[in-house]
């Protein structure tokens, strides 16, 4: 039983009863008049999973996310149109032969709220779907599970109790999927399937440490054969791809260092009946690098031959005694203006740091060792096959690196040898080709490649007329970011690359280079679809799959270009499509389309494309409901007539010849969003689907810059937006709005500060004061706000002292005497992105000038409210201020006298 979905708006959605599954059925149509949205309707609505292909594509599986917290998983049969549905469900996963689905499934908010309130752990189960008999089960705290290589077999890692000691493995059940039957393992601590076949490689960690060790099962055969067992604790296990190999590091305590050091074990064969059992052990190898130590925290890696090993070493870090002095407990912090990396920066990554390490390859046959990084590479990349590697060294850069993006030099390292040879100098972008051979990497703004075997170069992109690095970026940096690089064709032969719109196939050695599509005769952007996550290149003798964009119809969809060289559009919409996947093994396509009024669903077909059917219906109640529609406007940049545009989202409630008030959000680009659907929600701030069904046109234009000139140049773009939608006759002029957040919050303070154009606005995180501001730290970084202002966002391009007049002019709190729209301003105080004291700037220069203005400080926020009762706050305050300002509605007094300390605190305390 089961039924087939179509676009039915005005049916029920069905998603009833206590069980684990159950059948959607869809309803009749209903014939109700739309109804005005509400905040009380949100709660139903529905955004889309990812989508989950079986092998043979007769399955599709997808998460269904709710505003209510009422999730489910969706279990698709594309053959009969059956769809069950999982309550709560998500990560699934099918069994490598299709058989089976399993995923986890998580307590309803209810439970986890009732759990919490009992102080108990919130603890997740298993859901098994079986395809062929569709029947399913349910097996409560399995925290993580994982299906063997051949699909035979499903491993379940219980959770453990609340008394389990710290350290101690977890209970793993093997179930035989064929038989239904168990097997059970205590204090499991690590656990992974060969890629290949059903054995499972364990490691335990017992109390104590007396029982842990490396183990080996055959689940076929019930053969459980200890590998190696010792009173210390064992790293991740790592098997070779496609064989029966095994690596994993093993702990060794020493009592004159504070670090520990560790043996590589490894083993081949093991599907055998006489596997080799390998160990290195620094400590017994006298070429070890004296005072070094191999690392736990890099997982040892096999060479794709099975010959090599290859894992990370650091310099060991002795005990010492230490003088301890009343100094010694100060809290002070040194910071040095000459330090490559600020303190704040070094304490974000201070785990990486301390984790950084070099590294070096075991060559298992000749038992020889073979340091790939140090001090002159710190960094290595393997290519496929591990013959050969390449090293990065950015030391000769690191004074530049402060403020600038960090170069490095390139070189060639013999993995057999560990001989290095300098290949280029300074280089920012690189990429290896598919199967070692090449070095690719960009110098003015051309590609060059790198031959490992020969050692030549060659540049490859000269015969393309066409740039290769973004002429559109408008951001001050010193190089070009390229456009990208789709892959390399088989053996290396060449690279596809791309320009603004098109593919090029250019030669690996330099003999020639050829534009692949014709994008750029329409605007249309063409970029490689990887249908197959495992294709290690692209073949070009076979139909390759390509998203095509318009860039100003703003249409979407996919071409297919065939061996012949002709593109042939397959899909191309007036909507946004995405997510192009194939099933494994089978011409079964799937994608997806969504448009502003059309909810995003999941469409399949063959390899045409052309007949997809749709397969879920997401949404489909919207039609009960009054809902807007989204256009295109188009506009010139007054300053250079670029050509811009935005979108105009209608009230959903419009009746032609009727003036509405409209809000204006702006951060930089926006037009590229016009088909993107908006669940209405309460959580979510300048929400367009929620200021459309108040009744407002929503606009959002695109902005571009000129350098040193931010403020000025949003100003720009927006006035001349704003006053091509009022030629239409559609809008109020004296009731228009303006908001933004972070960067779109900087640029609505600034045009508050200096148009007449709005009634109202709102900022939300806003930069301020340029000044203040160009010399504070990006905390949720640890970044300075130096090289972000000059390069990145503000495009200020020089520093704060070479043009001082740009800097104030641009700064928004300096024009506020000239402030005449109410402004509202929100921040967190715990604000890492822009420090949430330039509002408190804000707040006080529109106090001492006596203007509109309200700041809302939310305590314990970041850069934006994490915290619900937060998110609804601000959401609804925006409505209030709006609907004042704009629609004339009687203001709430925290609007026109504020809300007194002591009052808001008794607020907070009767909660």
């Not at 520093?799 to 729209?821: I, R």
Request: net charge negative; with cysteine.
């Amino acid at each position: 039983m089961g039924t087939s979905i179509g676009r039915k708006r005005n049916s029920e959605h069905s998603a009833a009863g206590a069980l684990s599954l159950v059948l959607l059925a869809a309803m009749a149509p209903g014939g109700a008049a739309q109804e005005p949205l509400t905040v009380d309707d949100y709660g139903k609505w529905e955004s889309l999973g990812p989508p989950t292909l079986s092998a043979d594509g007769e399955w599709l599986v997808y998460r269904i996310t709710r505003n209510n917290e009422e999730n489910e998983l969706r279990i698709v049969n594309l053959v009969s149109d059956s769809t069950w549905i999982v309550r709560f469900g998500s990560a699934p996963e099918f069994s490598e032969d299709g058989s089976w689905i399993a995923y986890r499934i998580e307590p309803s908010e209810e439970e986890k709220a009732e759990l919490r309130e009992q102080d108990k752990p919130i603890r997740s189960s298993l859901g098994l779907f079986q395809v062929a008999t569709r029947d399913t089960l349910m097996i409560a705290e399995v925290s993580a599970f994982a299906f063997s290589g051949d699909g035979g077999f499903l491993a379940m890692e219980r959770h453990k109790s609340a008394e389990a000691e710290e350290g101690v493995g977890a209970d793993l059940v093997v179930r035989d999927l064929g038989s239904g039957a168990d097997i059970s393992f205590g204090n499991v601590s690590r656990f992974a399937w060969s890629d290949e076949g059903h054995l499972l490689a364990m490691t335990l960690s017992t109390s104590g440490d007396a029982g842990n060790g490396v183990q080996l099962f055959d689940p076929a055969t019930g053969v459980l054969r200890p590998l190696d067992s010792k009173s210390v604790r064992y790293g991740d296990l790592s098997w070779r791809e496609d064989a029966y190999d095994l690596a994993l590091l093993r702990a060794e305590p020493d009592t004159l260092y504070e670090d520990t050091a560790q043996v590589v074990l490894a083993w081949r064969r093991l599907d055998s009946d006489a596997p080799q059992a390998l160990i290195y052990d620094p400590a017994e190898d006298e070429s070890f690098p004296e005072g070094m130590r191999i690392v736990q925290y890099r997982t040892p890696v096999w060479s794709d031959d099975g010959a090599t090993i290859l894992f990370g070493i650091q310099a060991r870090k002795p005990v010492t005694e230490k003088q301890v002095s009343v100094r010694d407990s100060s809290t002070v912090e040194v910071w040095h203006a000459g330090d490559t990396m600020v303190i704040p920066r070094q304490k974000q990554i201070d785990r990486r740091l301390s984790e950084e390490n070099f590294l070096t390859a075991w060559h298992l046959d000749s038992a020889r060792l073979v340091r790939l990084g140090d001090e002159l590479t710190e960094e290595v990349r393997l290519p496929k096959g591990q013959r050969l590697a390449l090293g990065l060294d950015e030391t000769p850069y690191e004074a530049y690196g402060r403020f600038f993006p960090t170069p490095e030099d390139l070189y060639r390292i013999d993995v057999t040898t560990g001989e290095k040879t300098l290949i280029q100098e300074r280089v920012l972008w690189f990429y290896l080709s598919s199967s070692g051979r090449y070095a690719m990497y960009m110098e003015d703004e051309q590609y060059w490649t790198y031959d490992f075997d020969s050692g030549e170069r060659a540049q490859i992109s000269a015969e393309v007329a066409t740039p290769l690095v973004n002429m559109e970026d408008d951001h001050p940096r010193p190089e070009r970011f390229p456009y990208g690089v789709a892959g390399w064709t088989e053996d290396d032969s060449s690279v596809i690359v791309y320009d603004r719109y098109d593919l090029w196939e250019l030669r690996s050695d330099g003999s020639g280079a050829e534009r692949l599509t014709a994008g750029a005769e329409e605007e249309v952007r063409h970029r490689y679809v990887q249908l197959d996550p495992e294709q290690e290149y692209i073949d070009l003798s076979s139909p390759i799959y390509l998203h095509v964009i318009g860039a100003y119809t703003k249409k979407a969809g996919y071409a297919r270009l065939d061996p012949d060289g002709a593109t042939e559009r397959l899909v191309w919409l007036d909507k946004w499509v995405t997510r192009l996947q194939k099933a494994e093994d089978a011409e079964v396509y799937l994608y997806s389309a969504q448009a502003f009024d059309d909810s995003p669903d999941y469409f399949v077909g063959d390899a045409s494309l052309s007949e997809a059917r749709q397969v879920t219906e997401t949404n489909p109640f919207q039609d009960d409901y009054g809902w807007g529609r989204a256009e295109l406007i188009e506009y010139e940049n007054p300053v250079n007539d670029a050509r811009l545009q935005g979108i105009l989202v209608y009230p959903a409630e419009y009746e032609s010849g009727e003036r509405y008030p409209m809000v204006v959000y702006i951060y930089e680009r926006l037009a590229d969003r016009i088909h993107r659907y908006r669940v209405p929600s309460e959580r979510s701030a300048y929400n367009p689907t929620v200021f459309s069904s108040q009744g407002y046109f929503v606009f959002m234009p695109d902005i571009t810059f000129r350098k040193r000139d931010p403020g000025f140049s949003a100003l720009e773009c927006v006035e001349a937006a704003v006053n091509k939608v009022l030629e239409s006759g559609l809008v109020d002029r004296e009731r228009i709005g303006i908001m933004g957040h972070s960067w779109g919050g900087y640029e609505t303070t600034f045009i508050a500060a200096h148009s007449d154009l709005f009634a109202a606005a709102v900022a939300g995180a806003p930069l301020t004061n340029l000044v203040s501001m160009y010399g504070m730290i990006f905390w949720n970084t640890g970044l300075p706000e130096t090289s972000h202002f000059q390069y990145s966002q503000e495009r200020m391009e020089v520093p704060l002292w070479q043009d001082l007049e740009a800097y104030l002019g641009n700064s928004p709190v300096m024009a506020f005497d000239q402030l005449e729209t109410p402004l509202l301003m929100a921040f967190g105080d715990e604000d890492g992105n822009v420090d949430w004291h330039q509002g408190i700037e804000a707040y006080n220069f529109a106090r001492r000038l006596d203007k509109d203005f309200v700041l809302l400080v939310y305590r314990g926020e970041n850069h934006g409210n994490r915290q619900k009762a937060n998110q609804i706050d601000y959401h609804h305050r925006q409505l209030e201020w709006f609907n004042y300002y704009l629609k004339g509605e009687v203001p709430p007094t925290w609007i026109t006298e504020g809300v007194s300390w002591i009052e808001q605190e008794a607020k907070r305390a009767t909660k």
